[in-house]
Nanobody, 127 residues
Framework: QVQLVESGGGLVQAGGSLRLSCAAS????????MGWFRQAPGKEREFVAA????????YYADSVKGRFTISGDNAKNTVYLQMNSLKPEDTAVYYC????????????????????WGQGTQVTVSS
């Protein structure tokens, strides 16, 4: 059974930075795609970024490209999301997800098919 535990959220001023972590356990994740999604109040959950454990390939939503960086530490089974130049519109609950298909570019459309999610961590960016 896959378990995902996020940490690192908090309150930050616009222009600031945060690093989120997602500790994964319960499976061998070498063939997985790992991703971050976010959900703001009253909005649908949206894709943010994804990484392939096997080759380290990455994929980003246009809204965060150039500001956010996803990375992984295979030895620690942990995925990170470094968020720089944060904007108030980045305010949301951020969720980690694990997709056994390993298809990072498909994660945005597989949102409702992904079965493994963390509990979420709140990120609030003040203006």
């Amino acid at each position: 059974q896959v378990q995902l535990v996020e940490s690192g959220g908090g309150l930050v001023q616009a222009g600031g930075s945060l690093r989120l972590s997602c500790a994964a356990s319960g499976r061998t994740f070498s063939s997985y795609a790992m991703g971050w999604f976010r959900q703001a109040p009253g909005k649908e959950r949206e894709f943010v970024a994804a990484i392939s454990w096997s080759g380290g390939s990455t994929y980003y939503a246009d809204s965060v490209k150039g500001r956010f960086t996803i990375s992984g530490d295979n030895a620690k089974n942990t995925v990170y999301l470094q968020m720089n130049s944060l904007k108030p519109e980045d305010t949301a609950v951020y969720y980690c997800a694990a997709d056994p298909t390993g298809r990072i570019a498909a994660m945005p459309v597989r949102r409702n098919l992904i079965g493994s999610w963390g509990q979420g961590t709140q990120v609030t960016v003040s203006s």
